[in-house]
């Protein structure tokens, strides 16, 4: 074992007090953490590292207060050795907790992201806003309140870019990619042409239903389960799915998890840490299925 690990399980023990028995139980937890860095020295090590270690054990089926536990360990580590040897940064001071009994929120595959957002090909004003309203969903990660709640005085398409209202009055500046701006553009001519078609009254909401009037939440729920049949679709999706999706795939990609905390509009860091060990459980579900150990074989 590394030497600066065993300084301070020795630490733990002389100068703590603390049993051999709990001693024993943090030698094992740093020993497994040592392992998972394989050979990297520990005071390189980084808050991402940490994470993804608590992640590995997610993956090991390790229960969320055996996880925190292990986690515990490192942040003891950390902490001392700021305060006895002088390094300048704890990476471990930023790492939450694994949310214990709060269930991994379902979420779309890229696959079958993919797929869904294809099946909408169509040429008639319903086509057309179900795409734009499904890509503005999956590609801002905004809750189908403030997607419902999008104005156009607000929408920049040239910096591809819109300001929403969240929680609590909040405003934040969320993103569209290249395809979500494209179905956009396609679909302002549409929502224009409908509304002077019906006689509607100029209105800011960008998203309108088939009478011209604002599409409310329950309409973009409705028009999510009409599209998930229609593209063949098995798993459950509401219009939060595609949320929890822009999260995941975020985060399966390197995404710093602050940065996605910022993007989602969540003001505590925790609640946004759940789609880290989220993507760590579609790793093992892919491992169980792929590897000739896993599940698939037994």
């Not at 023990?13 to 740093?30: F, I, M, N, Q, W």
Request: hydrophobic share 40%; charged share 30%; aromatic share 8%.
């Amino acid at each position: 074992m590394d030497a600066r690990l065993v300084d301070y399980l020795e630490y733990l023990e002389a100068v703590r007090g603390l049993s051999p028995k709990t001693v024993e139980v943090y030698r094992r937890d740093l020993a497994q953490y040592e392992v998972f860095l394989d050979g990297k020295n520990v005071d390189a090590a980084d808050a991402t590292d940490i994470r993804a270690f608590a992640g590995s054990l997610v993956m090991d089926k390790r229960a969320p207060a055996s996880v925190n536990r292990a986690l515990s360990a490192v942040r003891g580590f950390y902490k001392y050795r700021v305060r006895f040897h002088q390094n300048e940064a704890d990476p471990a001071r930023e790492v939450e907790n694994v949310p214990a009994g709060r269930p991994l929120p379902s979420f779309l595959f890229e696959e079958e992201t993919k797929t869904l957002l294809d099946s909408l090909d169509g040429n008639a004003f319903r086509d057309v806003r179900d795409r734009a309203l499904l890509e503005v969903l999956y590609s801002t990660g905004s809750r189908v309140s403030e997607v419902c709640g999008m104005e156009l005085p607000r929408l920049n398409l040239s910096a591809g870019s819109v300001r929403v209202k969240g929680k609590g009055s909040k405003e934040r500046l969320v993103f569209l990619c290249e395809t979500a701006r494209a179905a956009l553009k396609r679909y302002l001519p549409y929502r224009a042409a409908l509304m002077m078609r019906r006689g509607i009254e100029e209105h800011d909401r960008l998203f309108v239903n088939a009478k011209g009037l604002p599409l409310g939440p329950r309409g973009a729920e409705k028009i999510v389960e009409r599209r998930r049949v229609q593209a063949g679709i098995k798993k459950h999706l509401t219009p939060h799915t595609f949320r929890h999706s822009f999260a995941t795939h975020l985060v399966a990609a390197g995404a710093d998890m602050r940065v996605v905390q910022e993007m989602l509009g969540h003001s505590s860091i925790s609640t946004t840490q759940v789609y880290a060990h989220v993507d760590m459980e579609r790793l093992r579900r892919v491992y169980e299925q792929a590897h000739p150990h896993g599940s698939k074989g037994k």
